[in-house]
C-alpha cells in the first residue's frame, strides 16, 4: 500500500543542478530511514546517500560536497539537491525507505520500499 513516488530527473548542462523529489504515501506509522541510489547502463546500482530518523547522514565518496540529502518529515518526503553535476552522475537515480506500517493490534511491520525511478543526464 506505501508507494514511493519519484520527481526531478531531467537533462542539464555540466555544472548544473537538479532537485530530485521522493514523497512516501499511505499507512505510515514512521519512516526510519530514507536512501538515494544510482544505476548506469552496465553498472551496479549504488548508494548515494542516506538520511536516517536519528538525523544521521551519510554520502557516496563521488557526490561529497556536490550533493545534498534533506527530509521534511511532515511531507514523508526526502530530497537530493545535485551541484556542480557532471556527466559521470548521468544515471537512474532511485530512492528507498525503510518504512514501519502499523497493525491493527497496536504492532508495526518493516518493509522496504523502492521508488520508480528518474533519469538524470548530464551532457552539454
Known amino acids: 500500500q506505501v508507494q514511493l513516488v519519484e520527481s526531478g530527473g531531467g537533462l542539464v548542462q555540466p555544472g548544473g543542478s537538479l532537485r530530485l523529489s521522493c514523497a512516501a504515501s499511505?499507512?505510515?506509522?514512521?519512516?526510519?530511514?530514507m536512501t538515494w541510489h544510482c544505476q548506469a547502463p552496465g553498472k551496479e546500482r549504488e548508494l548515494v546517500a542516506r538520511?536516517?530518523?536519528?538525523?544521521?547522514?551519510n554520502y557516496a565518496d563521488s557526490v561529497k560536497g556536490r550533493f545534498t540529502i534533506s527530509r521534511d518529515n511532515a511531507k514523508n518526503t526526502v530530497y537530493l539537491q545535485m551541484n556542480s553535476l557532471k556527466p559521470e552522475d548521468t544515471a537512474v537515480y532511485y530512492c528507498?525507505?525503510?518504512?514501519?506500517?502499523?497493525?491493527?493490534?497496536?504492532?508495526?511491520?518493516?518493509?522496504?520500499?523502492w521508488g520508480q525511478g528518474t533519469q538524470v543526464t548530464v551532457s552539454s
Open positions: 528507498h525507505a525503510i518504512i514501519q506500517v502499523p497493525t491493527t493490534q497496536g504492532l508495526v511491520n518493516e518493509n522496504h520500499y
Open positions: 499511505g499507512s505510515i506509522f514512521s519512516i526510519n530511514a
Open positions: 538520511s536516517t530518523s536519528g538525523g544521521n547522514i
